[in-house]
């Protein structure tokens, strides 16, 4: 059973459309984080996200944790093929002390 | 200042044989963990240590052992590899319960 609970798992769209990612949890973070990969590489952290309703915003990608902090969702506006990869929550729940990851979303922008 | 690094990059293994995943860290973490990368299952915790002389089992520790060498230094050890453990493995360095993880480049790890 995945702690963290991204969806979708995979989703390819044309460049120039926007889009958005959920990570969702019945637990409560102490923080939560959104980390991109690509192929052959390890994760690269993009944001990290602690305040309930706190909204980051990276150029184009807007990140949003819930009031909750339960839940947290990465919007990408006008996306660029630059943009795949897979895309990573990532948290800490509150009580223990460890990160634990969502399973990914897969993430294509054609041309 | 390499960040995280991590050998061997690939490896190829036959059941049964043993191996040890090397990983060496220079941003002065405290905390060191080791993750395995699995096609839609995420990054899950093998093991960690959050500090030099101490490691802890993490999600999916079995078939795995590891030493905490020195501050630097953090090491995952197959005794015997089997199929299931075909995967790609990422050392991190990172402050304990904290924020960012700093990720090596990983070690892909096909057991035939």
């Known amino acids: 059973t995945q702690l963290l609970e991204q969806s979708p798992q995979f989703l390819s769209i044309q460049e120039g459309e926007n889009l958005t990612v959920y990570c969702n949890s019945s637990s409560v973070f102490s923080s939560l984080q959104w980390y991109r990969q690509e192929p052959g590489e390890g994760p690269v952290l993009l944001v990290t996200v602690v305040t309930g309703g706190e909204v980051k915003k990276l150029k184009r990608l807007t990140f949003q944790f819930g009031d909750a902090r339960k839940d947290s969702s990465l919007h990408i506006t006008a996306a660029q093929t630059g943009d795949t990869g897979l895309y990573l929550c990532a948290a800490i729940i509150q009580g223990a002390q460890k990160l634990v990851f969502g399973q990914g979303t897969r993430l294509t922008i054609n041309p | 200042n390499a960040g995280v690094t991590q050998t061997p990059k690939f490896q190829v293994l036959k059941t049964g044989q043993s191996m040890t995943l090397q990983c060496a860290q220079d941003m002065n973490h405290n905390s060191m963990y080791w993750y395995r990368q699995d096609p839609g299952m995420g990054l899950r915790l093998i093991y960690y240590?959050?500090?030099?002389?101490?490691?802890d089992k993490g999600e999916v520790p079995n078939g795995y052992n590891v030493s905490r060498l020195n501050k630097r230094e953090f090491s995952l050890r197959l005794e015997s590899a089997a199929p299931s453990q075909t995967s790609v493995y990422f050392c991190?360095?990172?402050?304990?319960?904290?924020?960012?993880?700093?990720f090596g480049p990983g070690t892909r790890l096909t057991v035939l």
């Open positions: 240590s959050a500090s030099e002389g101490t490691t």
């Open positions: 991190t360095g990172g402050a304990y319960g904290e924020n960012e993880q700093f």
